[in-house]
């Protein structure tokens, strides 16, 4: 089943998200909720998903980035996002650590805002300590595209979009992105 995406001016994207405890994650209805957002990231399709941007203010996002997401990419492209295939899985109540001091900014969207992208700088590695599909505590360590994917998603639970990190004067429409700045660096 897809379901709706929430999109910017609805209340659930600027409320912090609720914990959940492992009996939580177990339960029938977290187990459904994350297969209903795997099938609606992968219909979308996107990268991430957020549980508040499916109306739900609970501390859950799923990841995947797929071969065929990349096929628009150069290699050369693919390599100074540092963007590689990203196996499905889901993080639960997830704390993130930004790693080091340099940042990439790279245009960035959300299915929660269609249509439009902008230039977000983000930190290029994380940590993230989290809470997996059945509770079990996991420890992630990303950089390149992964960690901005990680950041995105982590911003949802918190309250937070990527226009509250953008540089305002890049925001864009989908189609003046392609028509003006797709084949460039943001450098």
């Given at each position: 089943?897809?379901?709706?995406?929430?999109?910017?001016?609805?209340?659930?994207?600027?409320?912090?998200?609720?914990?959940?405890?492992?009996?939580?994650?177990?339960?029938?209805?977290?187990?459904?909720?994350?297969?209903?957002?795997?099938?609606?990231v992968r219909d979308a399709p996107?990268?991430?998903?957020?549980?508040?941007?499916?109306?739900?203010s609970l501390q859950l996002a799923?990841?995947?980035?797929?071969?065929?997401?990349?096929?628009?990419?150069?290699?050369?492209?693919?390599?100074e996002r540092g963007r590689k295939?990203?196996?499905?899985?889901?993080?639960?109540?997830?704390?993130?650590?930004?790693?080091?001091?340099?940042?990439?900014?790279?245009?960035?969207?959300?299915?929660?805002?269609?249509?439009?992208?902008?230039?977000?700088?983000?930190?290029?590695?994380?940590?993230?300590?989290?809470?997996?599909?059945?509770?079990?505590?996991?420890?992630?360590?990303?950089?390149?595209?992964?960690?901005?994917?990680?950041?995105?998603?982590?911003?949802?639970?918190?309250?937070?979009?990527?226009?509250?990190?953008?540089?305002?004067?890049?925001?864009?429409?989908?189609?003046?992105?392609?028509?003006?700045?797709?084949?460039?660096?943001?450098?």
């Amino acid at each position: 089943m897809r379901l709706k995406i929430a999109t910017v001016g609805e209340p659930v994207l600027r409320t912090p998200a609720q914990a959940l405890s492992k009996e939580q994650i177990l339960s029938p209805s977290i187990q459904n909720l994350i297969d209903y957002m795997r099938e609606t990231v992968r219909d979308a399709p996107g990268v991430g998903l957020a549980a508040p941007q499916i109306g739900e203010s609970l501390q859950l996002a799923v990841i995947e980035d797929k071969a065929e997401y990349q096929k628009t990419f150069t290699e050369a492209e693919l390599k100074e996002r540092g963007r590689k295939v990203i196996p499905f899985h889901v993080l639960v109540n997830p704390v993130i650590e930004l790693r080091g001091e340099p940042t990439a900014t790279f245009f960035e969207g959300c299915l929660s805002l269609p249509g439009f992208t902008a230039l977000v700088p983000r930190a290029k590695e994380v940590r993230v300590t989290c809470l997996d599909h059945e509770g079990e505590p996991r420890v992630i360590e990303a950089s390149g595209w992964y960690a901005r994917i990680l950041q995105h998603e982590i911003d949802h639970l918190h309250g937070t979009l990527y226009i509250d990190r953008m540089q305002a004067r890049s925001f864009s429409s989908l189609e003046n992105y392609t028509r003006h700045w797709k084949n460039h660096s943001p450098k």
